[in-house]
């Protein structure tokens, strides 16, 4: 385990120079999900931020259910739906004209909150685990930064830290975090690149409280040649009118009015505004997550259209990965080589993330009849048949996130139906999240979960003691490991594979291995993988003579 972080200063907060483990810049959601994490895994953390206070405003709105997951693990997930409204359709229009709506069953509805309200709940949470923010505090640079790129190079970073009162600060940490948002320092300091474009379109925001009728759990897509307008029920009764504006156009009131009676809703009559902004989007991602000792994560590692609302929710993700890699190596319960894995899982995550969000973007904005016409032929069968609820809505929901296998023996040996139709509905591929199903009662995910624990899920038909046993013994050799027995039926029902088998469960809920009865030998090489080598049996004590 790396040695916490030394800290000299010549004056300031006292408290700074407490040792650590983990340097956090950035105390925005992503940078508290992060620290969070950390810190329930026994991880002592330091976040730092630039800005003086949080931010009051509200930003992106939509937390999406995988996400919701996390806050349930977090222990605070009745706290934001509380405090959140939840959106359980989307409808789309095209010149004003009707084109599907698609209602999202209660397991794929996404929460609406005000991503200042998501930071309150986080902040809180946050300061109850033990951590704070410290404000004021900006990064200046890394010195003597590695460049090699290997995590065992050196054994901590050098930040050069400059305070509210100009005093300057040398701190060593073995890791750093960088959560700094879009324009990230710790990305700059890495020297990569940040891969993308950004739209020629200016969008404006209005989120007030309105005169007339519009529903209050929906998002409202209005597409048309002159731009597009998308309506958003907020909490408290605020929406959300945010559209594409004319070139040298200003956001105001009376602009986005004029924009609603033109393309959105009749008989809806704004009032006054509780924020608005202009803004450019962008559609890029940092070509690299990771430099040795040093991440970076949320907007700091990409940017992408709001279409969707996805933002929010990779940067949690992001976070939620790389914590419990970072506590298990640590706690000296994994090789350093386990972190190698975040910078290509998250990356293959947020490409697919601005691709998707890139396309829906420009689906609203598209302009010739014969384009418009595919756009709305698309929605109109989508509606028709259920595919939006079949497929999309559960990639929406975070429901369809899967890292890509990097081992042939992450999965069964031969030709097996639960691997070859990763489409399926209730089809658990090898690297995506086990089902809350199955993981909520048997204590691998949720709030009363060891989040430090690999878990080995057995599936046992008929007899199967021999087998059984043979896990046990396995997992015996291993502290980290517990085994849990599931029974067959509903694990064949949640998760597709209807065979005797096992799955390897990481303690951040995805699936690292998947095998059947035949496949112990490939469940050792995995363990191994993962967890390092077994510690030695101890040998058997010799019967006296």
Wanted: charged residues 20%; proline residues 8%; aromatic residues 8%.
């Amino acid at each position: 385990m790396p040695n916490p972080a030394s800290t000299a200063r010549t004056s300031g907060d006292p408290g700074a120079s407490d040792a650590y483990d983990v340097l956090v810049v950035g105390g925005g959601p992503t940078g508290m999900m992060a620290a969070c994490e950390l810190l329930r895994r026994g991880i002592r953390v330091r976040i730092v931020d630039r800005a003086p206070e949080p931010s009051p405003f509200p930003k992106a709105l939509l937390v999406w259910p995988r996400s919701l997951d996390l806050f349930e693990d977090l222990g605070v997930l009745p706290r934001l739906r509380e405090a959140g409204l939840q959106i359980n359709a989307f409808s789309y229009y095209s010149d004003r004209e009707h084109l599907a709506t698609f209602d999202f069953p209660q397991e794929l509805s996404p929460v609406c909150l005000p991503q200042n309200e998501t930071e309150r709940i986080l902040r809180d949470r946050l300061h109850e685990l033990g951590g704070r923010v410290e404000r004021g505090v900006r990064l200046l640079t890394f010195d003597g930064l590695d460049f090699s790129g290997r995590i065992d190079a050196v054994d901590g970073v050098t930040a050069v830290l400059e305070h509210p009162d100009g005093t300057i600060e040398r701190t060593r940490a073995p890791f750093v975090i960088g959560a700094d948002g879009a324009g990230s320092a710790v990305r700059a300091q890495l020297g990569t690149g940040f891969s993308g474009s950004t739209y020629e379109t200016a969008f404006a925001l209005v989120d007030a409280e309105i005169e007339g009728f519009l529903p209050p759990d929906q998002a409202l897509y209005y597409q048309s040649p002159a731009g597009a307008l998308v309506i958003v029920a907020l909490p408290n009764g605020v929406f959300r009118f945010f559209s594409s504006l004319a070139p040298g156009e200003e956001v105001s009131v009376a602009a986005m009015q004029r924009i609603v009676d033109e393309r959105g809703p009749k008989g809806v009559r704004i009032a006054e505004p509780i924020w608005q902004s202009v803004f450019r989007v962008h559609a890029r991602h940092a070509n690299d997550f990771q430099l040795g000792r040093v991440f970076i994560a949320g907007d700091a590692a990409h940017v992408h259209s709001p279409a969707g609302g996805q933002g929010l929710n990779t940067g949690f993700q992001d976070a939620h990965n790389l914590a419990w890699k970072l506590a298990a190596v640590l706690r000296g319960e994994a090789p350093s080589d386990l972190l190698l894995s975040y910078g290509p899982e998250r990356a293959a995550v947020a490409k697919r993330v601005v691709r998707d969000t890139d396309i829906q973007t420009r689906a609203w904005l598209v302009q010739t009849p014969a384009k418009v016409g595919l756009r709305d032929a698309a929605f109109r069968i989508a509606d028709r048949t259920g595919l939006f609820s079949q497929f999309y809505a559960p990639v929406m929901a975070g429901r369809r996130l899967a890292y890509p296998p990097v081992r042939d023996t992450q999965a069964p040996g031969g030709r097996t139906t639960c691997q070859l139709l990763p489409g399926v509905r209730n089809a658990v591929r090898v690297g995506a999240v086990f089902p809350r199903e199955l993981a909520m009662p048997h204590k691998i995910q949720g709030p009363a979960a060891d989040p430090t624990t690999w878990t080995l899920a057995a599936v046992c038909r008929g007899d199967a003691a021999a087998w059984r046993a043979e896990l046990r013994a396995m997992a015996a050799l291993r502290p980290g490991l517990r085994v849990v027995d599931l029974a067959a039926g509903p694990a064949a029902r949640l998760t597709g594979c209807r065979h005797q088998g096992y799955y390897l469960i990481r303690p951040d809920g995805h699936v690292a291995a998947h095998g059947h009865s035949r496949d112990l030998d490939r469940l050792r090489e995995e363990l191994t993988a993962h967890l390092g080598e077994a510690p030695a049996q101890e040998p058997e004590p010799a019967l006296a003579a």
